[in-house]
């Protein structure tokens, strides 16, 4: 069950809000709790009861973590790497699986963060939780459960000890969670048929301009599906009283590739950071070895995406780019350049995001070879292009406005105004219609 | 005292303007079927896990639903018999339902055997589509973007064009005009000698293969009333790939083959005639060539001249 869905909108979170209000503070980490075991059952049922095993297991295991006691310093070492090991393990085997049967829902999240739980516990970075109902509340709480953000325990420890529901909390929660909503449901699903359009035409047929159009739609699509749910993340954890992590940071307006991934869901970027960069040693071990760091950051990374080469493409190109980038930027004037870096950027990003999408890689080939000038298309013109301009032009010049901080200032500025509040909740009755419309799915509301 | 009001108002009108507007918009929109139609069947599964009966019509399910929802139901807006959110197409799920108890009944009638007689198709080209009109949904709209044709042939297509609704549908647009016309009136105000027509994808999830090739029909004919003069090629529909018909929805290529099979008995092989492509474009599982499409139900750009060809190479002159 996604946020933007109606079952959640209209049913699961009104009543679980409810609950929830009416819960003695006391008893809210509980309801909490139950109420992030029930929207996983509603998405994925099957694999509840693993996703709860886990959580158990983990407990226990970081319970024993930090027993400090020199003599048994080795078997909490021999704990770590096996824990460690068979929560990675899981993980892999899943990812490696692939088939019909797809992922256990949010796996790749929670995974990530019971292990940053226990390595925190390890080195002594966070206490250990004795409460087995907040560690379970934190791992499943259900604005994160699915699609992150990435959380650290430490983030959210106060928020599970002691936090206010409040009316105020509750209104900012909900407009952050319209304003997510509407990147989703008004931007994301409706620029992504232009991507599903040239999918279904063939990449072999469309033209060079079409190829570009469709991959800055995919850009677009990407970035506002998982800001949005990141955003609607945050307003849920406000509406409860927890502040979650901010995950995106106006990604398309950095200066570099670099630029870009400490803006682009940064809480997985901090958690490779923490956990494996810094770790090897970062970059204070001579250029060599740094670079050879981001590498291993890097295809891991392309590993957490997915097992497929085409992520690793995605991952090495990136790779490549920040490699030059760094050592370009050595060079005084790169620094005072002021267009060059963003336009090196959108050149760059919607080529990434491409090998992101194209889990086929001689489609990706075709593609590519699309993008680069050098197959002409089916026609030989460019009237694709100017068909898809003429219908999709406008969403995605409002698209590119959205990268832009002026929609965050107008926001920030704004949101108390009557109008704003106004103008918000109407906003979020227009997406549920057209989801309603939509049946959910953006490409079911394709007939053929 | 109006002043502390006036500050309630001020703190609370996010949630009072999404809460009236949330009500603005069920009551007009939606009609509150967001919550009245799954408490409907919850109660109805309630009633017969209880009872082990079919639900009875005339009870009030009022009080079982306000312990399922906790609230925001209102009364009075539950009609067990009130009308339901409609199919797309329009016909009601009970329509189907009788029809689909006639279909297995057993068919008395079996079609006369006499030897077909063999049509003799001819090779042309493309200035033989020049007075031809192409009539369909998003496959035949396919044929138009990618087929060539746009510029001297006429098409009358349209995404998610349905039998029943082919004639209705204001979909042709009028030169130097903004509003579009409906296929029957630029059917009766231009004569053409050629009609194409592939249709059939859309109404799978709806009604049965009668009811299906009673519209199919009486649309044939209407075509040869306002088109007396034209040749009619019926296309069979173009099947999906074999793990697009798995997938577990109404497409399915035993539906699509069903359809056809019918399709096929409407040629006379004088006035009308039927073309089925899908031997080039299936392979050895009965469905369309995986690496000819993306999701399995549209040919690639590429691929579509292989229909095309194929028209070509079966035309009646």
New interface residues.
């Given amino acids: 069950m996604t946020f933007s869905s109606?079952e959640f909108l209209?049913?699961f979170l009104?009543?679980f809000l409810?609950v929830y209000g009416i819960t003695p503070s006391k008893y809210r980490n509980l309801t909490l709790l139950i109420g992030s075991i029930v929207f996983y059952a509603m998405g994925d049922a099957g694999n509840l009861a693993p996703l709860m095993l886990s959580v158990l297991c983990n407990y226990f295991i970081g319970l024993h973590l930090a027993k400090r006691s020199p003599r048994t310093l080795w078997r909490k070492r021999l704990l770590f790497v096996t824990a460690l090991s068979i929560n990675i393990g899981i993980l892999i085997w899943f990812k490696c699986r692939g088939g019909s049967a797809g992922l256990p829902l949010g796996i790749s999240f929670y995974t990530f963060q019971i292990l940053s739980y226990l390595i925190d516990v390890y080195r002594g970075d966070a206490d250990r939780e004795y409460s087995f109902l907040k560690f379970a509340t934190y791992v499943v709480m259900f604005p994160k459960l699915i699609s992150g953000p990435i959380t650290r325990y430490g983030e959210v420890k106060d928020s599970l000890y002691n936090r206010t529901f409040t009316?105020q909390g509750?209104?900012d929660g909900?407009?952050l969670f319209v304003l997510g909503l509407a990147a989703k449901v008004l931007l994301a699903d409706r620029v992504g048929i232009l991507w599903h359009e040239v999918?279904?035409?063939?990449f072999?047929?469309?033209s060079t301009p079409l190829a570009w159009l469709a991959a800055i739609a995919y850009s677009m699509e990407i970035y506002f599906d998982f800001w949005g749910y990141s955003l609607m993340a945050m307003g849920l954890g406000r509406m409860l009283g927890i502040e979650l992590p901010r995950n995106f940071r106006r990604p398309y307006m950095a200066r570099g590739v670099r630029d870009f991934y400490r803006r682009w869901h940064m809480t997985l970027g901090q958690w490779f950071c923490r956990y494996v960069y810094i770790p090897l040693g970062g970059s204070r071990r001579g250029e060599l070895c740094t670079i050879f760091n981001l590498l291993v950051v890097w295809m891991l990374t392309a590993f957490w995406h997915g097992a497929g080469w085409n992520f690793f493409c995605w991952g090495g190109l990136l790779w490549i780019c920040i490699v030059l980038e760094r050592q370009l930027g050595r060079l005084k004037f790169v620094h005072k350049m002021k267009v060059l870096p963003h336009i090196y950027l959108w050149l760059i990003i919607p080529v990434s995001w491409m090998c992101f999408a194209i889990t086929d890689l001689s489609q990706l080939q075709v593609y590519l070879d699309k993008m680069m000038w050098l197959v002409p298309g089916?026609?030989g013109g460019y009237e694709?292009a100017w068909k898809a301009l003429s219908t999709y032009g406008g969403l995605l010049v409002v698209s590119g406005l959205a990268c832009t901080p002026a929609i965050e200032k107008l926001y920030d500025y704004s949101k108390d105004k009557?109008l704003m509040?106004?103008l918000?909740?109407?906003v979020?009755?227009y997406c549920?219609?057209r989801l309603?419309l939509e049946g959910n799915n953006p490409f079911m509301y394709?007939?053929? | 005292m109006l002043q502390k009001l006036r500050q309630w108002i001020r703190k609370l009108s996010f949630p009072i303007s999404l809460l009236l507007m949330g009500v603005l918009f069920f009551t007009w929109t939606d009609n509150w079927q967001v919550y009245t139609d799954p408490l409907r069947e919850l109660y109805n599964r309630g009633v017969q896990l209880a009872g082990g009966a079919r639900m009875d019509h005339t009870s009030e399910p009022g009080q079982q639903d306000g312990t399922v929802s906790g609230d925001t139901v209102p009364e009075g807006t539950e009609d067990p018999t009130g009308e339901s959110r409609t199919p797309a197409v329009g016909e009601t799920s009970a329509d189907t339902q009788t029809e689909t108890m006639t279909t297995e009944e057993p068919q008395p009638t079996e079609p006369s055997e006499e030897l077909p007689k063999e049509v003799v198709y001819h090779t042309v080209d493309d200035s033989y589509f020049d007075d031809a009109v192409f009539i369909g949904d998003s496959r035949t709209v396919g044929m138009y973007e990618y087929g060539g044709l746009e510029e001297t042939s006429t098409f009358y297509a349209s995404t998610g064009l349905t039998i029943y609704k082919m004639f209705d549908s204001k979909i042709v647009a009028v030169p130097g005009q903004k509003k579009k016309i409906t296929v029957e009136e630029a059917l009766s105000e231009k004569q053409f000698a050629k009609i194409y027509l592939m249709i059939g994808i859309n109404e799978m999830g709806t009604g049965t293969v009668e009811s299906f090739m009673k519209a199919y029909g009486e649309a044939v004919q209407h075509l040869q009333q306002l088109q007396p003069d034209a040749v009619i090629y019926l296309q069979a529909i173009m099947k999906v790939t074999t793990e697009r018909s798995g997938q577990g929805d109404y497409i399915t290529n035993e539906g699509i083959e069903a359809r056809n099979e019918e399709i096929a008995k409407l040629a006379d092989d004088e006035k009308i005639f039927y073309l089925d492509v899908n031997p080039l474009i299936c392979d050895e599982t009965g469905g369309m060539v995986a690496s000819y499409t993306y999701d399995g139900v549209h040919l690639k750009a590429q691929y579509i001249p292989i229909w095309l060809d194929f028209l070509k190479e079966h035309a009646v002159e």
Avoid: R, Y
Avoid at chain 1, 199 to 202: A, N, S
């Fill in positions: 109606i209209l049913w009104p009543v409810i009316m509750l209104e909900m407009k999918q279904v035409t063939g072999e047929s469309i089916i026609s694709d009557i509040k106004i918000l909740a109407a979020f009755w549920v219609w309603i394709f007939s053929f």
